[in-house]
């Protein structure tokens, strides 16, 4: 049993193993492999094809499970590192110590956006990532966007997250406009409401974390153990709450077969939501 903290109390120690066990695995190339995963599962609701890991009642245990997988391999490497979370509602300006040198490195700078501090920089020889669009092999990052400014979510977006007792809710995907999994993953398709929680963060970092390709940036880890901090104090909140859906949805229904019920096996583990509901089973957040 080891423990997940909050990055705000890691030593100077801890930070140098993490980031340490983070340049092997990407010396190794299965960094890589871990961002290409995420690519490959990037499906949105405009296709039909079955979608374990966002706009989905999935995102949850398919997040959970892939922190799991990418904790094991740091593990590997370093077994006295696990992965940090990063609260950001609290933390939550381009100075905290989060961005530091000695931990992942600041904003990009303008015009091309590239990260130049810290252990990712580019120059640095370490950090040579897949150029997508652009082309471009350095990790990127534009903090809060000035052309169109955002803003990161606040204490009240997420309770407000928090507070709802169901799980999701139809038509399960990008759209559903109650349940948590939405509130907290964030979209807002139809543009009432603006884009929340779990998006707005991806989207006030920008650069390399706005993508399907979003593990490229290494904050993409810490981000992702805090909403799963998050679904550990929902269920907490809802004792009774289920995940949902419960079971397979009918013949009528258009997400038929595109989510993944309690007990339907996602890919690429074969592994249910029912299986990922207790995280106690391997970590504890502290
Ligand atoms: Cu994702
Ligand atoms: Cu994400």
Redesign the pocket.
């Known amino acids: 049993m080891y423990s997940r903290k909050n990055q705000r109390n890691l030593t100077r120690t801890e930070k140098k193993r993490l980031v340490g066990a983070i340049l092997e695995l990407k010396r190794s190339g299965r960094y890589d492999d871990f961002v290409s995963m ?1 690519r490959h ?2 499906v949105t609701d405009a296709e039909s094809r079955p979608r374990p ?2 706009m989905t009642p999935s995102f949850f245990p398919w ?1 959970r499970r ?1 922190l799991l997988e990418f904790e094991k391999a740091l593990q590997a490497v370093d077994p006295a590192v696990s992965i940090p979370y990063w609260d950001w509602t609290r933390d939550n300006t381009p100075a905290a110590s989060l961005w530091a040198a000695d931990f992942l490195g600041g904003n990009g700078r303008p015009g091309d956006r590239q990260v130049m501090t810290g252990p990712f920089a580019y120059q640095e020889g370490n950090w040579r990532i897949s150029g997508g669009v652009t082309g471009d092999h350095f990790l990127r990052r534009n903090f809060g966007r000035p052309s169109a400014p955002v803003t990161l979510p606040g204490r009240a977006d997420v309770d407000r997250a928090l507070r709802d007792p169901v799980y999701d809710a139809a038509p399960w995907n990008s759209v559903s406009t109650t349940g948590f999994r939405n509130r907290m993953e964030g979209w807002d398709i139809r543009g009432t409401r603006g884009i929340s929680n779990h998006n707005r963060v991806h989207r006030w970092i920008g650069g390399s974390m706005a993508g399907a390709a ?1 593990p490229d940036d290494p904050v993409f880890w810490l981000h ?1 153990a805090y909403l799963d901090l998050l679904w550990t104090r929902w269920q907490k909140a809802h004792p009774r709450s289920r995940y949902l859906p419960g079971r397979a949805l009918g013949a009528g229904d258009p997400q038929r077969g595109r989510v993944f019920a309690f007990d339907e096996r996602m890919p690429p583990w074969d592994v249910a939501p029912s299986q990922l509901m207790d995280h106690t089973r391997f970590h504890r957040y502290v």
């Open positions: 995420h599962y990037y890991a966002h997040h892939y979003s992702h």
